[in-house]
């Protein structure tokens, strides 16, 4: 609850000081002083259940039972956000001459994360994923003289639009369907017995809905292009943080709302992984743009996360939030070394290591630890989900498949380290002029060190130490 107060507050802190301050470098400033309030105070609200205002939320929202599991996903997300902000902040200066208006859209799509990790009801599920899309749909296209950015952000509005009333749709079957009549969670929660001819259409428009949102084959399409239009330094934010937000939303609806029933909707989950992690690997091998790639890898990377649905048991919560830890901070870690490059492709990683032996360096580990290899959260993660995938006791072969796809991630992500140790400068990056300053390096380094602990030591940095 203080998370979804303080970042809509600061949201619009942020607008006001739009109007207010010229400077473009002190919005950023502003908004990291917003952003370590908001963690504090959830991490309160975490530990010592304080509210900064006692609201009646109805039962609309989850702030009393069972907190501590949405609360230490958003303290997590928060984290990576602030991350974010102190990694890429001069970066989202350079997108336009609206810096204090940015800042203002990512704290708005913040409140709908917290929304989305809380909600009781499926209106809160609807209106916490249009808040968090409706901001995107602007920052998607904020790079207003980049033609692709303005295609990526309208293809993006179309495709969301589309997802949207398919999820209006799903949420009036489900109400028509089920007894009492009522759009809350408990309300719905179905038994063992067979699903009605409503709840049945209206599960599978919410499944194909939430699909569209996480970019899960085969309704991913928009993603690639949405992803490489973008401004960089937004596709980094949206990849990350919004990704894991849709993600716990998915798995809690289908937890609380279908769990009981997850027998008769489970096949069309393995159906769903299977393509995404195939699609999204085999895709991401083919492409020259380090940016592209990612996105592809994204797709894939969202397959691993589809096992919290098909586990839907202790280890997959855990896994959900470890895997969404993981994957924002080393994907935030390779944008921002991405971002300060000329040549996107693979070829303008050539050399780097020589040039800005850092910077590969970093690079190297967030790599590796997308790949899931040991030693990294990366791998940490896909091992609990795998985990937690075992323990349900069938479909055992989706597991295989998915070791099988984590092998294949291995070339792809292994080229752009090949290129930048063992390739020698092209032109573009011999001659590149970097904007990188100490600052930066010692960041990215922070990060790289989390991301080793989170590896090393999973359970005591962030499952024991947060949701206790």
Not at 252 to 279: C, E, H, P, S, Y
């Amino acid at each position: 609850m203080n998370e979804i107060l303080l970042t809509a507050v600061w949201g619009i802190v942020m607008m006001l000081a739009g109007a207010f301050v010229k400077n473009k470098s002190i919005p950023k400033y502003i908004a990291i002083g917003g952003l370590l309030i908001t963690i504090f105070a959830t991490c309160r609200e975490l530990y010592y259940q304080q509210l900064i205002f006692d609201i009646d939320v109805k039962g609309m929202l989850n702030v009393e039972r069972d907190v501590s599991f949405h609360l230490t996903f958003l303290v997590a997300m928060l984290v990576c956000t602030l991350f974010y902000f102190l990694l890429n902040g001069r970066d989202i200066e350079k997108v336009g001459n609206n810096v204090s208006e940015y800042f203002a859209l990512i704290f708005f799509i913040l409140c709908g994360v917290g929304i989305v990790a809380s909600f009781n009801t499926l209106l809160m599920l609807f209106i916490g994923i249009e808040i968090i899309s409706i901001p995107l749909y602007i920052l998607t296209g904020a790079d207003k003289r980049n033609l692709k950015s303005n295609e990526a952000g309208l293809k993006y509005f179309l495709m969301g639009a589309f997802s949207t009333g398919i999820m209006l749709m799903g949420i009036a079957f489900i109400y028509g369907g089920n007894e009492s009549g009522s759009f809350f969670l408990d309300k719905i929660n179905l038994g063992t017995g067979n699903m009605s001819v409503l709840t049945t259409i209206g599960l599978v428009l919410l499944m194909i809905s939430l699909s569209f949102k996480v970019s899960a084959a085969p309704f991913h399409f928009w993603t690639p292009d949405v992803y490489d239009g973008a401004p960089t330094v937004f596709t980094s934010f949206m990849s990350t943080i919004v990704k894991a937000a849709s993600f716990f939303a998915f798995a809690r609806l289908f937890d609380n709302a279908f769990g009981t029933m997850q027998v008769q909707w489970q096949k069309l989950i393995v159906l769903i992984t299977a393509a995404t992690l195939l699609i999204g690997n085999l895709t991401a091998v083919f492409q020259q743009s380090v940016k592209r790639m990612l996105a592809y890898s994204s797709i894939a990377q969202a397959g691993f996360m589809l096992f919290a649905l098909f586990a839907m048991n202790g280890k997959a919560k855990e896994g959900l939030v470890l895997y969404g830890t993981a994957y924002s901070l080393a994907t935030i870690g390779i944008f921002a070394v991405l971002i300060k490059m000329n040549d996107y492709t693979i070829d303008g990683f050539n050399g780097l290591a020589k040039k800005q032996p850092v910077l590969a360096f970093a690079a190297t580990i967030f790599l590796l630890s997308l790949t899931g290899i040991p030693l990294t959260a990366g791998f940490m993660a896909k091992f609990y989900m795998l985990m937690a995938a075992v323990d349900r006791g069938n479909n055992i072969w989706l597991v295989v498949l998915a070791v099988l796809c984590a092998a294949i991630s291995a070339y792809y992500y292994f080229r752009v380290i090949q290129a930048m140790y063992f390739k020698e400068n092209n032109e573009v990056t011999a001659q590149q002029e970097w904007d990188v300053t100490p600052s930066f390096k010692i960041l990215l380094l922070v990060l790289v060190g989390i991301i080793i602990l989170l590896g090393i030591f999973p359970n005591q940095l962030l499952i024991d130490w947060l949701w206790y």
